[in-house]
Structures are given as C-alpha cells and as structure tokens.
C-alpha cells in the first residue's frame, strides 16, 4: 500500500500543500471570485492551435493552478511525455512503447524504434490504404459478382471500433453518400443480424478489425460474416473480394482465409484505444477520402507539438489533466460529464468511456503497489441540448459535484435559420447558470412565492470547461482527440499508473470462455464456480434440455 507519506516521494510536500489549499478555497464561490478579478477570463483561458480552451469557470485561483503545475513538475511530467515521443517503452507490463503520435507525425519526421524508422512505414501504410479506400470510395473495387461496394462493414469492439465509428459519424457531413457504414461490435446476434438485414452480399465489404485478431467477439461476428457471405455467393474465392483485415497478427489473419494483400497492417506500439489513427481508422478514410483522413491526422499532430513544445503552463491538455485531479482528489468527486453541442459528436463520450476508464482505471501503481489515492474518474455525457432534458437536473442541483467539459463549435457544419445561434446560446447559458447558479434574493427580487424560493434556489458554483473551436473540421476532430489522449496520459503519470495496459479485462474474458463450454454441456458432472453462477448456468440448462 502506498500511503500518502510515500506518494510521489519528494512531490509528497505539495499534494499536503494542495490539501491545505484545498481546505481553504474550497466553499469559495465562481461568483465571488469573478466579481474579484475582472480579468480572469482572460488570465484562465488559453488560446492556441486553433483552440480556445476557457477553464475560469472552475474552482481554482491562480495559487491553486501554480501548485497544480508544481505537482506536475515534481512528478517529472515533461522527462515522462519526452520520454512517451521518443519510443522509450512507457507501457512497462506489457514492455512496449506508445506511439500513437508517430502514427500522425509528417514522413520527413523520423522515430526510431528498435533500429527502425517507424514513421516510414506508418506512411507506407497509409500509401496503401489511401489506394484501397479510394478503390472502393470510387466504386472501382468490384464485389465477386462484379458489383461495385455499397456497404462497408467494420467488424471490431473496444478500439478497434468506437475510434471508428465515433470518428465516421463525427465526420459524416464529409463522407460520401452512395456507400452505407455500419460497424458491428457486440457478440450479441442481433448485432450482427440486424446491421446485415436487407444489404445484398455481392455489394458488402467487411473491414475485420482486431488487433490482436484472437478477441472472442471479433472472430465470432466475423465468422458469422463469412457464413452469410458464403451462403449467398457460394464460393471461397469471393472471401478476397469481400473481406480485409486490420491486424498486427498476420498468422492468424492467414488462418481466417484473409490474403496478405488484403491485410492492413499495425504494430504492437499501438495501443487499441490510441489505434483511430492507424489502418483501424480504414472505414473512416474509405467514408471521408484520403485527403480528409490525412487532414484527421495533422490535427492531431498540431496538438502532439503542442503537448511536446508548450511550457506547462498554457498546455492545454496538461492543464485538463490537473483540472481532474483537482476535482477527482481534493473535492473526491467521482465522475466527468464531457458534454459535446455538436450532434455529429454523439458518440464522443462513449469514445472517450473506453479511452479515459480503461487507460486509467487502475489500482496498482507502475511499480506494482496499490494506491491509497483515486485515480481514474467514470466518465460519461450526451450531446447537447438532448441532455439538458435529462441529467442535468442533477448536474444543477443534485449533492453531487459533477465537473463538465463543454465542447462547442462557433461555426455550424449545417446551417438551417437559427438552430445553430440557439445551440450555442444553450451552451453557453448552461456554463454560466451552473457556476452563478440563482440566489434566493434574486428570486424574491423577481417577486417568486417564499415557499417556492428553496426549491429554486440554484446554489451555482458548479465547474466547467469551455472548450471552443471553429468549425468541426477533420483537424479539428484530430485536436480534440489529441487533447483526451494526452490529458489521460499526464494523469496516469501523476498518478504514478501505467494508462497503456488493460488486465483488468483478462479475468472476464477466461471465465467467458469457460462459461461458453459449460453452457454448451449441461451433461457436465460438476460445475466449480460459486453457488450463484452454478445456478444461472444451470437455469440455461433447463431452456436446452
Ligand atoms: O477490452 C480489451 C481490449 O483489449 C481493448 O483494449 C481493445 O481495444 C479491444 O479489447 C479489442 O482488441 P482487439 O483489437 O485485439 O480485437
């Protein structure tokens, strides 16, 4: 067990400060520091790569950003993110690098791994990828049957398909529009079932994601899909012109019947929840064209440099990482709401469930030891305005204190009279009602009956943050990414946790597959697990018999 006394060694002497500081600001109210400093706006606000990132409406001073940034500095934060771009293999459980950035970085821009200049073949990868989406996007790819493709399918879970399927919807304004992309994840048929219904197979194409390519559900559905597609085209030579894979395991992509020229391939480096940028984000480029997928990826390298490059201090997302441990180990709140007024961002937040709770949903600390402090919060969120009529009641006046990110466009992608000046008026109304809330005074002003005045009564004081960009352009989409995927790497860093392996996930997986087998035999003698799973498989049981 680490203990406080321990934690972060000599950085220990500023989490007490922080604490104490805490102890101090912490009934202080948004209202009353903004009527203090008429400035702070501009003094909490950071503008940059395109980004304008507003955090004056959370509840810090500039004594608590100052000891936020010693923290960050006493935890070695820069040595770590120099450490993360230069290959050195961060992921230490599973001994490997992260470099998700070398997967964005420009081609005259080398990375060494290994002896290897893994920005060459990242560019190699997307050379032939950019053929085959253009191939298929141009309706030059031609089905067995000789058909063009109308459907592509992407068959993966976790990484390998909320990146692209987020990132396909986020972009659909771009993406043609004689093509249908479905993206199929869950073992459940009705998955499967359902998205396949009424397409011809002679005009689908499946994209089997998977970077390990032995992940249960993956190879299930993508058995299923091989199944349908045979049984209607009856022939095994009609799996080439119907099936690519995307994997870093050729030896089993083989074994499914996938040619080498059919595969796609990624490496070990890439962590599945960082992997949108790799060849897993096929489905994307084949939608939106090579050059809007290329434009994806200079975003994201615009904040990569930015991370690498900035002084702590105006580090965008440095400053997002400090923000939640601020609320996450001083106020103990326990969740983020990340609240995106762009319909197009609908799945934004369930993109970010698996990148923020599976890289930091960690209990034991990169030596091994069990923290004695929180690491990652739950993350959740909708989009805007659909949630203001569901949650937020509890955002505003629940005993819960909920940190929200905002994320708003300026300009809309769709401009229809004025949906888009009310969207944003919405966005910008609920950050200013939740920090200010309404006093009982203002209501009695307004003439509100006494005995309604408590239950209308918004106490305020609630945090957010603004995160404002222009318009949802490909690059602006790669910036917000970007922003998550380093804010989630700076807090495993003072968390002391490693953000890029995922255990957690083995032990359902094991029984899952133990489980399968008995289910499939209700002859079996004996089942070992306890008393309340050996009645739910034997209530399976009697549905079989
Ligand atoms: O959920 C565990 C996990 O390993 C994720 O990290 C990963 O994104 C997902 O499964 C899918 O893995 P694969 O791409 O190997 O099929």
Not at 37 to 58: C, T
Not at 305 to 324: D, G, R, W
Request: net charge negative; hydrophobic share 40%; charged share 20%.
């Amino acid at each position: 067990m680490v203990d406080k006394e321990n934690y972060l060694n000599d950085s220990y002497t500023v989490w007490k400060l922080l604490e104490e500081h805490f102890q101090k600001i912490k009934k202080v109210h948004l209202r009353q520091l903004f009527t203090e400093n008429p400035r702070r706006a501009e003094q909490l606000s950071v503008e940059d790569s395109g980004i304008y990132f507003d955090y004056s409406k959370n509840r810090v001073t500039s004594e608590t950003m100052e000891l936020l940034f010693k923290l960050a500095k006493q935890a070695d934060l820069t040595h770590h993110i120099e450490a993360m771009f230069r290959g050195e293999r961060v992921n230490t459980t599973e001994d490997r690098a992260a470099l998700h950035i070398a997967l964005r970085t420009p081609e005259s821009s080398p990375i060494w791994l290994d002896g290897e200049d893994v920005v060459i073949k990242v560019h190699q990868e997307l050379v032939k990828m950019a053929r085959f989406a253009r191939q298929v996007g141009q309706g030059q790819w031609l089905g067995f049957t000789g058909k063009p493709i109308r459907n592509v399918i992407n068959i993966g879970i976790g990484g390998s398909d909320l990146g692209p399927e987020m990132a396909y919807e986020a972009l659909r304004y771009y993406s043609i529009r004689n093509i249908r992309f479905a993206f199929i994840s869950n073992v459940d048929a009705t998955d499967f079932k359902e998205t396949v219904e009424g397409l011809d197979p002679a005009e689908t194409m499946f994209i089997i994601s998977s970077k390990t390519f032995t992940t249960i559900e993956t190879i299930t559905n993508a058995y299923t899909a091989r199944t349908w597609l045979l049984q209607h085209l009856r022939d095994e030579d009609a799996i080439s012109r119907h099936f690519v894979a995307v994997s870093t395991n050729s030896a089993k992509v083989k074994e499914f019947g996938i040619t080498p020229e059919n595969m796609f391939v990624f490496w070990d480096w890439v962590g599945g929840r960082y992997s949108l940028c790799s060849a897993i984000g096929l489905s994307v480029m084949i939608a939106i064209g090579p050059e809007n997928f290329y434009n994806l990826l200079a975003g994201f390298h615009e904040v990569d440099e930015h991370f690498l490059k900035t002084p702590l201090e105006k580090n965008i997302p440095v400053i997002m990482a400090l923000l939640s441990i601020w609320y996450n180990n001083f106020f103990k709140a326990q969740s983020v709401a990340i609240l995106p007024y762009e319909q197009y961002l609908k799945l934004f937040p369930a993109y970010l469930q698996q990148l923020t709770m599976e890289s930091n949903g960690k209990d034991v600390d990169r030596e091994g030891n069990r923290v004695s402090y929180q690491t990652g919060p739950i993350c959740w969120g909708q989009v805007g305005t659909k949630g203001q009529h569901s949650f937020y009641q509890l955002i505003h006046q629940g005993t819960k204190l909920i940190p929200c990110d905002f994320i708003a466009f300026l300009e809309p992608l769709n401009k229809i009279v004025d949906h888009h000046e009310l969207l944003l008026s919405n966005v910008f109304a609920q950050a200013e009602a939740l920090a200010f809330g309404k006093t009982a005074e203002k209501l009695r002003a307004e003439g509100i009956q006494e005995k309604l005045i408590p239950f209308q009564t918004m106490e305020g004081n609630h945090p957010s943050t603004m995160i404002l960009l222009n318009k949802l352009i490909p690059a602006n989409l790669g910036k917000l990414i970007a922003l998550y995927e380093h804010s989630v790497f700076t807090q495993g860093v003072i968390w002391r946790i490693n953000p890029f392996d995922q255990w957690g996930v083995e032990l359902g997986k094991v029984l899952a597959s133990q489980i399968a087998r008995e289910l499939k035999n209700p002859d079996m003698p004996e089942l070992g697990h306890d008393s309340s799973t050996n009645r739910l498989i034997q209530k399976y049981w009697k549905i079989i018999e």
